[in-house]
């Protein structure tokens, strides 16, 4: 999919050609491409006047920015304390065996699923918990597990959003 710059300049009429406005900048910028692709820096760059280093520099600092494409279905799996002792490492076993991922390959090479590990997901009585967007799915089973990647693929494909915005990138 190639980076809409129209899709770009509008996201900055929202926020202001300022440099206060990266962070929002960027979030929307990979809310629509779900990363942050290389040509946005020197485009951002210049469109903020502010060096691209400093964009790159922020993108860079907040975990919650990625510079690699990620899957439409973005799986995080909980390890904090809670989860872990309820067996969520079974969990991520599961997932990264069925859909074919390793520690160093986290997306699947079709770009519908990524699956990571997280610190916490804040629902530590429902353990061993994932999330799936967002979405938190609680006692989680290798087996569960299964049946949601089996869901999730029947889902598959784009949504309307997502396929208007390919189109016009």
């Known amino acids: ?7 770009i300049d509008s996201v900055i009429a929202v926020w202001g050609a300022a440099p ?5 900048i960027l979030q929307e910028v990979q809310e629509q491409y779900r990363y942050l ?9 210049k469109k903020l006047d502010v060096s691209e280093a400093r964009i790159y520099g922020v993108a860079t600092f907040y975990e919650n ?6 899957g439409r279905f973005i799986v995080k799996v909980c390890d904090g304390t809670a989860c872990h ?3 969520s490492v079974p969990l991520l076993e599961a997932l990264r065996k069925e ?3 390793s520690e160093t390959a986290a997306t699947t090479a079709d770009l519908l699923f ?7 997901l804040g629902a530590c009585a429902l353990a061993p918990v994932l999330s799936v967007n967002g979405e938190v799915r609680a006692a989680m089973t290798p087996e569960k ?5 089996e869901e999730l693929k029947a889902e598959g494909g784009m949504p309307e959003a997502e396929e208007a915005v390919r189109v016009a990138g």
Request: proline letters at 11%; charged letters at 10%.
């Open 145 to 149: 597990v299964l049946g949601l990647l």
């Open 114 to 120: 990524t699956v990571e590990t997280v610190s916490c």
């Open 37 to 45: 692709p290389p040509e946005i820096f020197p485009y951002m760059a």
């Open 99 to 101: 859909l074919g991922l």
């Open 1 to 7: 999919m190639g980076v809409s710059f129209d899709l």
């Open 65 to 70: 920015f990625s510079l690699v494409p990620k």
């Open 85 to 87: 002792v309820r067996n």
């Open 20 to 24: 206060t406005a990266i962070i929002p």
